[in-house]
């Protein structure tokens, strides 16, 4: 199976469309390819664009370029915020921590070296609890 890797969306796209007459009949529909696609996606990538249905791989390919580059653009913001720190911080295995503004909180957030995302606390990607509500019983996508 396909992977992304460290290829863009596009790139993945790209080689995605290219590969995908050799498979044959079995990704003839296009709900198939968008789960062949999806499958391949990096897990961040993956976790942010698995919120709704797509219709079409087309679609699916604009929603995650779309993340992608929202992403990209968190970490920049996020980098000149930060201050490197390249031993790990406690035991939640964080290796970054922001510059907390004088006279705020002393609670900061710092880059989970887990999943990558900023957050307080234990990191609900490890457990596999919702990222939103932390239940165990389901993911973000089925949380009411």
């Known amino acids: 199976d396909l992977r992304q890797g460290t290829m863009t969306v596009r790139e993945y796209e790209a080689e995605f469309s290219s590969l995908k007459r050799y498979a044959g009949r079995e990704i003839d529909e296009e709900s198939t390819q968008v789960r062949r696609f999806m499958r391949g996606l990096r897990v961040d990538l993956r976790n942010r664009c698995q919120i709704r249905s797509y219709n079409s791989v087309t679609e699916l390919v604009e929603k995650a370029a779309q993340q992608e580059a929202g992403m990209l653009e968190e970490a920049k913001l996020l980098g000149d915020g930060l201050q490197g720190q390249s031993s790990n911080v406690g035991k939640n295995n964080k290796k970054w921590v922001k ?6 909180s002393s609670a900061s957030r710092s880059v989970c070296s887990t999943c ?6 234990a990191c609900r990607s490890a457990s596999g609890a919702c990222h939103r509500c932390g ?7 089925d949380c009411p």
């Open 99 to 104: 510059n907390a503004p004088s006279g705020k």
């Open 116 to 121: 990558g995302k900023m957050h307080l606390g």
């Open 135 to 141: 239940s165990m019983n389901h993911k973000v996508r």
